[in-house]
């Protein structure tokens, strides 16, 4: 170990409540640096605390600061964790559509309407689509009972947000063969961990949307039918905000993704290091209600 390392302060471990299914996974991997560092170990549950996050430069749901370092994000284990922190940053722009995600194609790839469904806290099959978006975030290695165990602190986490902000997660799921194959979650805006200017009350906020592995690229299809759910279900349509990269996947993207599927720019949280794919650009996009035209349900839209 670089002895640099050594007495670099304490090890905070980032989480946005219950978001990422492997949370408590990657808390331990977290403890787990910090015993090889000889530092102290805490915690910060950053829901609805953009205040406190934006010093510290975190965007995503999970990640690890070390002060001096750059914020390291999940899933990563301590050893890979350690070694990133003795590799130190890159110097380089990450690639376009690096990360292990292309730049997605837009209407060639929408799949049949029927296909789409968003469920809701209170919906009989909401369980069911918060353990399907839980299969395909994680690997197949875990057996059902772990899965279940995550989807179930993700269903108490959404209670949480629904009792304090007022509005209701959802999720959008597209099925294939039966399966769940992708998925978009919205969370109340005032339940993120970014600065969102602007947002209103009633405002959404996208904390994942994400296709499984051997799926085709159903992204930009389920932003929209996730837009128009959202539209649907309220007098009032509200916007759908996210954080994009410019170039990677995270926490969202690239930025292309969103475009396509009728978002604007809003403003720029700077550049990050995401280690090892270098550096990118972070930009807050934002879907306005009145992207619906009225009478147009897009895909997954109900009343």
Same mark, same amino acid.
């Given at each position: 170990?670089?002895?640099g390392?050594?007495?670099?302060?304490?090890?905070?471990?980032?989480?946005?409540?219950d978001?990422?299914?492997?949370?408590?996974?990657?808390?331990?991997?977290?403890r787990?640096?910090?015993?090889?560092?000889?530092?102290e170990?805490?915690?910060?549950d950053?829901?609805?605390?953009?205040?406190f996050?934006?010093?510290?430069?975190?965007?995503?749901?999970?990640?690890?600061?070390?002060?001096?370092y750059p914020?390291?994000?999940?899933?990563?284990?301590t050893?890979?964790?350690?070694?990133l922190l003795?590799?130190?940053?890159?110097?380089?722009?990450?690639?376009?559509?690096g990360?292990?995600?292309?730049?997605?194609?837009?209407?060639?790839?929408?799949?049949?309407h029927?296909i789409?469904?968003?469920?809701?806290p209170g919906?009989?099959d909401?369980?069911?689509?918060v353990?399907?978006?839980?299969?395909?975030?994680?690997?197949?290695?875990l057996?059902?009972?772990?899965?279940?165990?995550?989807?179930?602190?993700?269903?108490?986490?959404f209670?949480?947000?629904a009792?304090r902000y007022?509005? &209701? !997660? /959802? $999720?959008?799921? #597209?099925?294939?063969?039966?399966?769940?194959?992708?998925f978009a979650? @919205?969370?109340?805006?005032? %339940?993120?961990?970014?600065?969102?200017?602007?947002?209103?009350?009633r405002?959404?906020f996208?904390?994942?949307?994400?296709?499984?592995?051997d799926?085709?690229?159903?992204?930009?299809?389920?932003?929209?039918?996730?837009?128009?759910s959202?539209?649907?279900?309220?007098?009032? &349509? !509200? /916007? $759908?905000?996210? #954080?994009s990269g410019?170039?990677?996947?995270?926490?969202?993207?690239p @930025?292309?993704?969103?475009l %396509?599927?009728?978002?604007e720019v809003?403003?720029?949280?700077g550049?990050?290091c995401?280690?090892?794919?270098?550096?990118?650009d972070?930009?807050?996009?934002?879907?306005a209600?009145?992207?619906?035209?009225?009478?147009h349900?897009?895909?997954g839209?109900?009343?």
């Open positions: 170990m670089d002895s390392l050594r007495g670099c302060g304490g090890v905070t471990y980032l989480h946005l409540g978001q990422r299914p492997y949370s408590r996974w990657f808390s331990e991997q977290a787990g640096l910090a015993r090889e560092l000889g530092a170990f805490a915690e910060a950053i829901t609805g605390r953009p205040d996050t934006a010093p510290l430069g975190a965007y995503l749901s999970t990640q690890v600061h070390v002060p001096g914020l390291l994000g999940a899933p990563r284990s050893a890979t964790l350690l070694s003795e590799e130190g940053l890159p110097e380089h722009d990450a690639l376009q559509g990360g292990g995600t292309d730049v997605p194609s837009t209407e060639s790839s929408t799949p049949s029927g789409f469904h968003t469920a809701r919906d009989r909401w369980l069911e689509a353990s399907g978006s839980v299969r395909v975030c994680l690997s197949e290695s057996d059902n009972q772990q899965r279940q165990a995550m989807a179930e602190a993700k269903v108490r986490w209670r949480v947000l009792g007022g509005c &209701a !997660p /959802a $999720i959008t799921v #597209v099925r294939s063969a039966g399966e769940v194959a992708g979650e @919205l969370i109340p805006a005032a %339940a993120a961990h970014v600065s969102l200017p602007g947002a209103a009350p405002d959404r996208l904390t994942c949307v994400h296709a499984a592995p799926a085709a690229d159903l992204r930009s299809a389920l932003l929209r039918a996730a837009l128009g959202a539209c649907a279900a309220q007098a009032l &349509a !509200p /916007a $759908i905000w996210a #954080v410019r170039r990677l996947p995270y926490p969202n993207g @930025l292309p993704l969103f %396509a599927a009728g978002f809003v403003a720029g949280l550049r990050r995401h280690a090892p794919d270098g550096w990118d972070l930009l807050p996009v934002r879907s209600g009145h992207a619906v035209k009225a009478g349900r897009l895909p839209s109900r009343g």
